[in-house]
């Protein structure tokens, strides 16, 4: 098993428009076991959608349109963490955000590909 603890740094994860926030997501357990990782996101009363994810190296990495040019995905594989840093954000970025793991080694956009969740963390951005 593998265990993913997501962190929205200090604030709680509140921030008005136009701000920046760096999520953490510290892996713990079984952690050779996983591969790419990624960062999904559910806004209220939607469903979940995929918003980036990166290969075990840190050269492949994907976005979501809506996130393309304000958010950068890393990884520090040596504190088994990842990061999602978010600059220019919008009100429409309020969410819970998950933190993702995935057994496969090409990096994939879709739920189904990943197999172990974090509890997920609010973040708010306020106009």
């Known amino acids: 098993q593998v265990q993913l603890v997501e962190s929205g740094g200090p604030g709680g994860g509140l921030v008005q428009a136009g701000g920046s926030l760096r999520l953490s997501c510290a892996a713990s357990?079984?952690?050779?076991?996983?591969?790419?990782m990624g960062w999904f996101r559910q806004p209220p009363g939607k469903e979940r959608e995929f918003v980036s994810a990166?290969?075990?190296?840190?050269?492949?990495?994907y976005y979501a349109d809506s996130v393309k040019g304000r958010f950068t995905i890393s990884r520090d594989n040596a504190k088994n963490t990842v990061y999602l840093q978010m600059n220019s954000l919008k009100p429409e970025d309020t969410a819970v955000y998950y933190c993702?793991?995935?057994?496969?080694?090409?990096?994939?956009?879709?739920?189904?590909?990943?197999?172990?969740w974090g509890q997920g963390t609010q973040v708010t951005v306020s106009s």
């Open positions: 993702a793991a995935s057994q496969y080694v090409d990096v994939r956009t879709t739920e189904r590909a990943y197999h172990y």
């Open positions: 357990g079984r952690t050779f076991s996983v591969s790419a």
């Open positions: 990166i290969s075990w190296s840190g050269i492949i990495t």
